[in-house]
C-alpha cells in the first residue's frame, strides 16, 4: 500500500526507537480517518524495503500495534485496520451529575491535626539572596564526577542489576565503604552490617522513632534545638523534655536531674555545631554523657551532620567512636556533604537496631536509589568525596571569615555573635531592642530572606533575638550584598520604630 508508506516518516536521530516510529505513524493515520477499519496493510516486506528499515522492525511494529488492537491478523490473508477500534475516549462512570473537577476536601474524616509539622516549604521569592539555616554551595557540588559514576552505571554491563530491586538495608558497596570512612576520619570500628542507608538524616530519625519510642515514652533534648527532629519525636508519642544549651553544648546536670525523677528512653544531641547555637560539645561532657547512658540505660541519638566541615581546630570523635556499650546511635548525611537535594543518609547502631530499621525501611520505601548509592560509593572508594571535602572547607571557611568581618564592620552595635569553629552557619542576636520579626520582614521586602527564628526554642512564642545565619551557600559578592540588605533593613525598622515613638 503505497499510501500508509507516504504516510509513515522516521527520523533516526530522534532517541524513540524506530519500531515505535512505525507504529505511532499508523495510529495517528487511523485516528484521523485516513486508514479506514478492515483496509489491508502491505506485508513486513514490503513495507521494509520502501520504508529502507530491517524486515524485523516493520515486525515489531506490527506487534505492538497488534497488541494495542489496532490491527488484525488474518492467518494467509495479512494484515488488517481493525474493525473495533480501541476505543481512546474516556467514560464517565456514572451518567449520574456530579461536582466539577477535583474535590478540595476528603467525604471522609481526616484528623487534620495527625500529623506534627509546623514548618513545610516554601520557595523564597525568585531572586532573593539567602541567609538559611545552614547549606552546601550547590554550584560547587561534584555533579560531574557523578554523572560520569551515572554513565558507567548505567551501561549495559551493570543496568540490569542496578535498576531492580536490592537490598533494604542499602547498597552494599556503599556501606563497606562508608565502613571505612568512618574508621579513617571518626575512629569508628563498624561494619557494613552496622549501617543502614536513609533518605537523609530525617528518615533516619522517623525510622529511629518508630523502632524505639511508645507513646509517654520520655526524649531529652536541647533547647534551643533542631525542631524538625522534635517534631519527630512528638509524632511517635513521646514526651519532650528540653535541657538547656550553653557555651559547651547541652547541660549535663539538666540531664541528670531528669534521670533521677523519671525513666528516660533517648536523648538527642548535635555534638559538632550545635543547631542552631554552633557550638560544640566539649570533650568531658561527650565521657560524662556515655557515662549517664550507661547508668540509665537510654539511647543516645548522635546528629553529627556536618563533622566533615571544621575551620578552627581538629574535630573531637564522635561519642560513637567511643561507646563501647551499644548506646549510640549515629546520624549524618551527605545532604550537607554535598547539596541538600541529594539524599542519602545514614544510621550506624548495633546490629538488633539496624535489623528492625531495615525492616521499617521496607515498609516505607522498599529501598533507595540503587544507581545514586553505586555512583556514591565509587566516589567514596576513589577518593573524590575526600578531594571535594578538602576544597569546601576551604572554600567555606573563607566565606564564614568573609560573614563574621561584614557583620562585625556594618553591624558592629547592633548584633552580637561568635564564630563558629566550624560548620555552616552564624548564630547572631540583635542588640538594642531591635525586633527581630521586623527585620526580617523588612529584608525579605528588600530583596534578602532570614530565617524569623521562631522555630529554634521548643516555646515558640519564646521572647528572643537570635536568628541563624547560613554562609556557605552564597559567595563573597553575594555576602556582601546580604549584609548590606541587612544593615539597611535594621536602619529601616530603627528608623520606622523611632518615628512611632515620637507619634
Avoid at 555533579?143 to 530491586?165: D, G, P, V
Avoid at 549501617?195 to 533516619?204: H, N, P
Avoid at 563501647?324 to 542519602?344: E, H, M, N, Q, W
Wanted: some cysteine; charged content about 25%.
Amino acid at each position: 500500500m503505497e499510501l500508509l508508506e507516504s504516510l509513515v516518516c522516521i527520523d533516526k536521530n530522534l532517541q524513540v526507537p524506530v519500531y515505535l516510529q512505525v507504529a505511532n505513524e499508523v495510529i495517528c493515520s487511523i485516528r484521523k480517518g485516513i486508514l479506514k477499519p478492515g483496509v489491508a496493510l502491505p506485508g513486513s516486506r514490503v513495507l521494509a524495503q520502501s520504508l529502507n528499515v530491517h524486515r524485523k522492525t516493520v515486525v515489531a511494529a506490527y506487534d505492538e500495534l497488534y497488541a494495542q488492537s489496532w490491527v488484525d491478523v488474518l492467518p494467509r490473508k495479512g494484515i488488517f485496520v481493525a474493525k473495533n477500534l480501541p476505543n481512546i475516549a474516556p467514560r464517565a462512570l456514572t451518567d449520574a451529575p456530579h461536582p466539577v473537577g477535583f474535590a478540595s476536601k476528603t467525604l471522609y474524616d481526616v484528623d487534620d491535626a495527625r500529623v506534627i509539622c509546623q514548618d513545610m516549604f516554601v520557595a523564597p521569592p525568585d531572586g532573593n539572596l539567602v541567609f538559611n539555616n545552614g547549606s552546601p554551595d550547590t554550584r560547587i557540588a561534584p555533579l560531574e564526577l557523578m554523572i560520569r559514576e551515572y554513565r558507567r552505571l548505567a551501561s549495559q554491563k551493570f543496568n540490569t542489576k542496578y535498576l531492580m530491586y536490592g537490598p533494604e538495608q542499602g547498597s552494599e558497596n556503599l556501606r563497606i565503604e562508608l565502613a571505612k570512612f568512618f574508621s579513617e576520619t571518626r575512629g569508628m570500628h563498624v561494619t557494613a552490617d552496622n549501617i543502614i542507608i536513609t533518605k537523609g538524616v530525617q528518615m533516619a530519625l522517623y525510622i529511629i522513632s518508630q523502632v524505639l519510642l511508645n507513646k509517654g515514652d520520655t526524649v531529652i533534648v536541647g533547647d534551643p534545638g533542631y525542631s524538625m527532629a522534635n517534631e519527630v519525636f512528638i509524632q511517635a508519642g513521646a514526651q519532650i523534655a528540653t535541657v538547656p544549651v550553653d557555651g559547651f553544648g547541652i547541660n549535663l546536670d539538666a540531664v541528670e536531674e531528669i534521670c533521677k525523677k523519671q525513666p528516660i528512653r533517648m536523648l538527642f544531641v548535635i555534638p559538632h555545631h550545635h543547631q542552631p547555637t554552633t557550638v560544640t560539645l566539649c570533650s568531658d561532657r561527650r565521657m560524662r554523657l556515655l557515662e549517664l547512658a550507661r547508668i540509665y540505660k537510654f539511647a543516645i541519638v548522635e546528629d553529627d551532620y556536618d563533622y566533615d566541615f571544621h575551620y578552627s581546630s581538629s574535630p573531637i570523635l564522635p561519642l560513637a567512636s567511643a561507646d563501647d556499650y551499644g548506646s549510640v546511635i549515629y546520624v549524618g548525611s551527605f545532604c550537607k556533604t554535598i547539596a541538600s537535594g541529594l539524599r542519602i543518609g545514614f544510621m550506624i547502631a548495633p546490629q538488633n537496631l539496624i535489623v528492625q530499621a531495615t525492616r521499617l525501611r521496607r515498609l516505607i520505601d522498599r529501598q533507595g536509589e540503587q544507581l545514586l548509592e553505586e555512583a556514591m560509593a565509587n566516589l567514596l572508594k576513589n577518593g573524590d568525596i575526600g578531594r571535594h571535602l578538602k576544597k569546601a572547607n576551604k572554600l567555606y571557611q573563607e566565606r564564614r571569615d568573609v560573614l563574621c568581618r561584614l557583620l562585625q564592620e556594618k553591624l558592629g552595635d547592633d548584633v552580637s555573635f561568635n564564630i563558629p569553629n566550624g560548620g555552616f552557619a552564624v548564630w547572631m542576636e540583635y542588640k538594642n531592642g531591635i525586633d527581630r520579626l521586623k527585620v526580617t520582614q523588612k529584608a525579605a521586602e528588600m530583596g534578602l530572606t532570614i530565617g524569623s527564628g521562631c522555630e529554634h526554642y521548643n516555646d515558640s512564642l519564646l521572647q528572643h533575638n537570635f536568628v541563624r545565619l547560613g554562609f556557605a551557600s552564597m559567595n563573597v559578592k553575594e555576602l556582601e550584598e546580604a549584609v548590606d540588605i541587612l544593615a539597611r533593613a535594621i536602619k529601616k525598622v530603627r528608623t520606622e520604630e523611632g518615628n512611632s515613638q515620637l507619634k
